[in-house]
């Protein structure tokens, strides 16, 4: 569910502390993701519905793309020049669309049946050249971004796939699971190299008989050192909506986890989407009973160091490539777009 | 309302000849009673044939509607999942049950159920026992109506047995004026009804001596007291007794092995396997809870989980019953306390919905391949063919030939077996 974008040095002005909400556009039904377009000038969003949708981000003017989906869009995700848009549904498909297309009413110029049951995380390598998807079928498969074509069926899952990121070294597709399974895959082999172990992210209920969590959140730092993978904990009504937010960090080569980042506090939450910011500082996009917050770890401290609250519960979090702005979906109907830096007259 | 009769109804005089007669029959058995002639295969096997029976599967929670029996795909109220064809052309159900899909020609959708009630014991109750709750009466679940009013009163094997998803056991308390008799033997986790071992350090003669003993104990104070406490004392050593030699048929490890493949390697696919069991023994009632529904949160995940067990193991059970014949015999019945809201909340659950939503009934008299009622667009409100608890209470009663306006006689007093001021829904039996 995580789109790691690559690095850029702090921008100017940047200060997490001076977070506002610069922009929030209405959509008809309550959101369910939202992925900033690579070069900056669209943000594109899932809603209860199997339309996509296009805000321009200069002045808010939104684009209903239909037909892609017979169900609602889970996943959305960038070619690397930003021409073509990805949309994962829970109807299996994957639609690509032409992003900046000015049709009124846009059609998919392809459709792949890629799953059996939802795609929750759709992500294009570094480099462009690969696009990977994850679903309820517990696979994670690999395209050529070109042509839709399959490339890789990569089967080690126990559960259903819920998040996806490359190592910015392009070698390595990561993916989270339901269960807490963090896998990491080898590329172009599509070999399993190892996991890592985010368990405390998934736990099993016997009075309620249901398995509830899962590796919701998923970044890399640009150097690799770092891996985060975030979701709930302390489960303790999953039907109920009574979590905590969590985020594990591992360390990247030997995979084992360093810390464990925690938001004292916020009874009823679970982190939708993790991003490394340009200062190396890590972002979680948290929704529950406690609101939609914006929270902010150091890698180096247990505890948040600002959280950032939102007018409603969010359900997932995209960066933009300016490394400033934040776009949150929200149950409420509107996409809302944070930007971490003092106020501009 | 207590069972307290001394007992004179013709019920216990049959009861008590047959006891007498059983006696006989056994010699020197070890119980009191006539449950022993219908022990033998010959009688067995008489009872196989004419007895009718009913399954219920009792969706723990609140199934939601629209993420089965009745979706509205595409709609704001609809949620993520489509609808596919079933075996019978024009009627459609969530994906979610695609095996299901395949068996629906046998199946009965009850889509416009209003029971009004949202709190989960009081939808509860009004389910099960086809009444509202009230401080003024109670009423006996459906298990213990079908028991009393269906089994043979003197069957070898309890007539209404509850399989629980948790563990636990023993009886529970859910006969009212029918008497303990009738009442509950949960099976916790599928697990064989609690304390049916012998001790190891009880030898078999000691076992019988001592049961010898109880016996003429027994049979000393019955001649001269009896009430339905002791009649219900009685007969649950009884029925203890013959479960500790029938043992055998609580053991659902005794199905072969590609049934339990075919059943799903879960706990609800193990349970359901376990209800086809005791009903082609001879068992007259069974339960089967599916726990949880109560999707508050996630109710999507929480549905695919949820629904993907159910779905294989139900599918399989109501192909098997179909196969070896029993479909015409057994009324199964999918019910929850109610189903859930339209709206989607914000954490993508959704909440109580007693207003709109949906049963399953088959078999027995029930029509095959049928969608009765409907809801309107959004699934909101029921446009058409409006039903409540109590008309599926006379209904399911009716599928099974029991006349659901008739009463029991309960010390002397006619009680009737379901809610007189309603119905049964007639258009949904053949």
């Given at each position: 569910m995580t789109t790691q974008a690559v690095a850029a040095p702090t921008p100017a002005g940047f200060d997490p502390k001076q977070a506002h909400v610069a922009a929030q556009w209405a959509a008809e039904r309550p959101l369910v993701c939202c992925r900033f377009e690579p070069k900056g000038r669209f943000l594109f969003c899932g809603l209860e519905s199997a339309d996509v949708q296009r805000f321009n981000l200069a002045d808010g003017k939104r684009v209903a793309f239909p037909g892609g989906h017979e169900s609602w869009v889970f996943s959305l995700a960038f070619s690397a020049d930003g021409e073509t848009a990805f949309s994962g549904g829970g109807d299996g498909r994957i639609a690509a669309w032409e992003t900046a297309t000015a049709a009124e009413v846009p059609k998919p110029v392809r459709k792949i049946e890629a799953h059996q049951g939802w795609i929750r995380a759709l992500r294009v390598s570094p480099d462009g050249a690969l696009l990977a998807s994850g679903g309820n079928d517990r696979l994670v498969r690999i395209w050529e971004t070109a042509s839709g074509k399959l490339l890789h069926e990569l089967k080690g899952h126990a559960g259903h796939v819920y998040s996806l990121d490359f190592h910015p070294n392009g070698k390595t597709l990561l993916s989270g699971d339901l269960l807490g399974t963090v896998n990491q895959w080898e590329l172009p082999s599509g070999k399993l190299a190892g996991s890592f172990d985010a368990k405390p992210l998934h736990s099993y209920n016997g009075g309620q008989q249901v398995d509830f969590g899962g590796v919701r959140g998923l970044a890399v730092t640009p150097d690799g050192k770092f891996v985060a993978a975030g979701g709930l904990h302390k489960a303790t009504n999953p039907l109920g909506a009574v979590h905590e937010p969590i985020s594990l960090l591992f360390d990247g080569e030997s995979r084992k986890n360093v810390r464990t980042l925690l938001a004292d506090g916020i009874t009823n939450g679970v982190l939708w989407g993790l991003r490394f910011l340009a200062d190396g500082s890590l972002v979680g996009a948290c929704g529950g009973g406690s609101g939609g917050l914006l929270i902010f770890w150091k890698t180096d401290a247990d505890k948040d160091y600002h959280r950032f609250a939102l007018p409603n519960i969010l359900r997932d979090m995209d960066l933009h490539p300016d490394g400033l702005r934040i776009a949150t979906a929200h149950y409420d109907r509107h996409v809302r777009v944070t930007r971490l830096a003092a106020k501009t007259a | 309302m207590k069972c307290t009769y001394a007992c004179n109804s013709s019920e216990h005089l049959v009861a008590r000849r047959g006891f007498l007669t059983g006696l006989a029959a056994t010699?020197?058995?070890?119980?009191?009673?006539?449950?022993g002639v219908f022990a033998s295969p010959l009688a067995a096997s008489q009872l196989k044939s004419d007895q009718k029976r009913v399954v219920v599967f009792n969706m723990h929670g609140g199934l939601s509607q629209l993420e089965s029996w009745d979706p509205k795909p595409?709609?704001?109220?609809?949620?993520p999942f489509r609808a596919i064809e079933t075996s019978v052309p024009g009627i459609r159900i969530s994906e979610l049950l695609p095996n299901v899909a395949k068996q629906m020609h046998h199946l009965c959708l009850v889509r416009g159920v209003n029971t009004s009630e949202d709190d989960h014991a009081k939808g509860a109750y009004m389910m099960l026992t086809g009444r509202r709750q009230s401080p003024a009466a109670d009423y006996p679940n459906i298990g213990a109506v079908c028991a009393k009013?269906?089994?043979?009163?003197?069957?070898?094997?309890?007539g209404h047995i509850i399989i629980t998803p948790g563990g636990g056991g023993g009886r529970g308390n859910d006969s009212a004026y029918l008497g303990p008799k009738y009442s509950s033997i949960v099976l916790g986790?599928?697990?064989?009804?609690?304390?049916t071992t012998r001790p190891g350090q009880v030898t078999e003669v000691m076992d019988s001596a001592r049961n010898d003993f109880r016996k003429r104990g027994n049979e000393r104070f019955l001649s001269r007291r009896r009430t339905a406490l002791t009649e219900a004392y009685v007969y649950s050593y009884e029925q203890a007794a013959q479960l500790m030699r029938q043992r055998d048929v609580f053991d659902?490890?005794?199905?072969?092995a590609k049934d339990h493949d075919r059943y799903g390697k879960h706990d609800f696919g193990r349970h359901c396997l376990l209800a086809r069991r005791l009903l082609e023994n001879g068992v007259t009632f069974v339960q089967v809870s599916h726990s949880?529904?109560?999707?508050?949160?996630e109710n999507f995940n929480f549905h695919i989980e949820q629904l993907g067990e159910f779905d294989i193991s139900f599918a399989t059970f109501v192909a098997d019953l179909a196969d070896r014949g029993m479909l015409e015999s057994t009324l199964i019945v999918v019910l929850s306390e109610f189903g859930r809201t339209p709206n989607i909340n914000l954490y993508y659950g959704r909440d109580h919905w007693s207003r709109a939503w949906t049963v399953v009934m088959a078999g027995a008299k029930v029509q095959r391949g049928l969608a009765f009622g409907k809801t309107n667009e959004k699934g909101t409100e029921v446009v058409d063919g409006q039903v409540d608890h109590a008309n599926l209470f006379h209904t399911y009663l009716q599928a099974v030939g029991v006349d659901s306006t008739d009463t029991f006689d309960i010390e002397g007093r006619d009680v009737p077996l379901a809610d007189p001021a309603s119905k049964l829904i007639k258009p949904i039996l053949a």
């Open positions: - | 010699a020197a058995g070890s119980m009191v009673g006539g449950l595409g709609t704001e109220t609809g949620g009013a269906m089994a043979p009163q003197d069957g070898a094997l309890p986790n599928g697990n064989p009804p609690q304390n659902v490890a005794k199905e072969p949880n529904y109560d999707t508050h949160n």
